[in-house]
């Protein structure tokens, strides 16, 4: 039995997206609860800053900690990135290597 | 001696694809380091710890004792954690994020002050970093788990 190229190509890109897309809602969820952090840090830093629990210095410091804190981020996206490109490469492998399979009638792969 | 070839050219082409197909099939593909499950609890515990101690900071309930306390035990941790995380391959960027979280700490203990909400906001965004690399390398690890069981299926 042949393999059906055009046919296995749409299968491929099928599985590929379908192992992406969770990474893709966790790295929404992510951003979003990263943004949300940093708003609720800059209200903290005003609000401290105003009732006088804080002093200039600390302002200088914490907005300091927090763009230092944005390597970190690109390592947690370039994680994401990698998890997702990983799941959808081996999920079209997965359904080359069962079409492989199918058309030679053993279970090599 | 003009010898004639015994497959054809598009014979050998063929199996030359095949043989790739077959050998990428055979190896999956790896680009990120497996998950850890006590990577993932240790991490926890210390983002828990960090939110109390915060809570605590903010209404002026840490002492100096404690603040102390506090910093020294999480620099042990993320230590402990960045000398795990070397263990593993392909994980180049968790030991990064690690590192970033060691001198968060360490700035923040430098600094002196209480680790109040207004203070702590690239610590606690460096540790929501870690948890998501946790959760993307669980994810993934879920997943090929069930690659392999519906491929070993007869």
Known sequence: MSINISQLIQSMLGAATG????????????????????AEGAAAIASDRLEGKINDDDVTFAFDQ??????????????TLKAAAQDAINAALNVAASAINTAVGVAIL | MNRSPIFSRGT????????????????SAVLVASYDETTDRLLTDLSQKTETAVVRADAGQLSAQDQETFFSESLGTVRTLKARSALFAKNEDEIAALA????RFEALQKH??????????????????LQQ??????RSSVFSAGLKKSSSKP
Request: aromatic share 4%.
């Open chain 2, 100 to 103: 970033q979280l060691e001198q």
């Open chain 1, 19 to 38: 192992a992406a897309k969770g990474h893709g809602e966790d790295l929404k969820n992510y951003l979003e609860a990263r943004a949300k952090l940093i």
């Open chain 2, 133 to 138: 690399i946790q959760i993307a390398k669980k």
């Open chain 2, 112 to 129: 002196g002050a209480p680790p109040r909400t207004s203070l702590t906001t690239g610590l606690r965004g460096t540790l929501l970093d």
């Open chain 1, 66 to 79: 927090i763009k230092e804190s944005e390597k970190s981020a690109a390592a947690a996206v370039s994680v």
């Open chain 2, 12 to 27: 050998v082409f063929a199996a030359a694809v095949l043989c790739w197909a077959i050998l990428q099939v055979g190896c």
